[in-house]
């Protein structure tokens, strides 16, 4: 073998016979420099700055002649090329690879970083996403548990009574889920509905039961507005009726809580349907 390739790191600067005037100089981020005569590599010396200013700024490798003795790859070099690469080379004074083949393989290369660069991006873009919806996925988890935590508050507070009573709803209610039945709403259902829901409501509304909560709580479908709700339902006298409209989350029962007492405002007759509706559209007007 008449030549030795190595690795030199990154190609920052050289220096054109000013440091002396038989040698360019080349020198890497580390400040370790090589170097290669001017005198004894004539017009070959033309390329090699060629190759210089082409891969400046750049990871290189460079090559070290054997061909007449065994020359310090820590001292000298008679080519370089970018790092990593195949170059040509059949031994003579420098490598075959051109400029153009080079350029060309420099280009290539950028390409391909980019194209790397990209792929990063887009995974980690992917990898936002993916964390946003975990995010949205375990708050959303976090408010059903609340809400749970909540009715289930509002059944232990039930008496003994009720309890039986809305047990026996429930096993009404429970052979209609998927029907839709005309309910009766008036009093505190009708204002829990104004308050918590924003809809003014009078006498009878059509409802689709659509899933069993808990006890005699049940997820319904208002069919006039197309929303849905979750309601405790009652049945007495033949007539099917609202006892209570919930809050449609425990975020808005929370942030309508921090601004106004609840259980004053809808036991407090001088306060209409409309004013109940007043109320809910100043806390979630931009909802």
Do not use: C
């Amino acid at each position: 073998m008449n030549f030795i390739w190595t690795e030199f790191g990154k190609l920052v600067d050289f220096d054109d016979g000013v440091i002396d005037p038989k040698y360019l100089f080349i020198f890497n981020e580390n400040q370790e420099n090589r170097k290669i005569s001017i005198q004894k590599y004539g017009a070959s010396v033309d390329i090699i700055r060629q190759k210089i200013n082409a891969l400046l700024d750049k990871n290189i490798q460079i090559r070290t002649s054997q061909n007449t003795g065994s020359w310090s790859t820590e001292e000298w070099f008679s080519d370089l090329s970018l790092s990593n690469t195949i170059v040509k080379d059949s031994g003579g004074s420098i490598g075959d690879e051109s400029i153009e083949e080079l350029l060309e393989k420099i280009s290539l290369a950028e390409e391909k970083a980019k194209e790397a660069i990209q792929r990063a991006e887009d995974a980690e873009e992917k990898a936002k996403e993916a964390s946003q919806r975990a995010e949205d996925i375990a708050f959303k988890y976090n408010q059903l548990v609340i809400d749970y935590i909540e009715l289930q508050r509002l059944i232990d507070e039930q008496t003994y009574v009720e309890r039986d009573e809305n047990a026996e709803y429930a096993e009404i209610f429970d052979k209609m889920i998927g029907d839709t039945i005309e309910f009766q709403i008036k009093g505190h259902a009708q204002r829990t509905l104004a308050l918590r829901m924003g809809i003014e409501h009078h006498g009878r509304l059509d409802l689709k039961i659509i899933e069993k909560i808990k006890n005699n709580y049940y997820r319904v479908l208002i069919t006039r507005q197309d929303i849905s709700a979750v309601m405790a339902l009652g049945f007495k006298k033949q007539t099917y009726f609202v006892k209570s409209v919930e809050w449609p989350s425990s975020e808005m029962r929370n942030q309508f809580s921090r601004k106004y007492d609840e259980t004053k405002i809808k036991s407090d007759a001088k306060y209409t349907l409309d004013d109940l509706i007043g109320f809910h559209k100043k806390i979630f007007k931009n909802l």
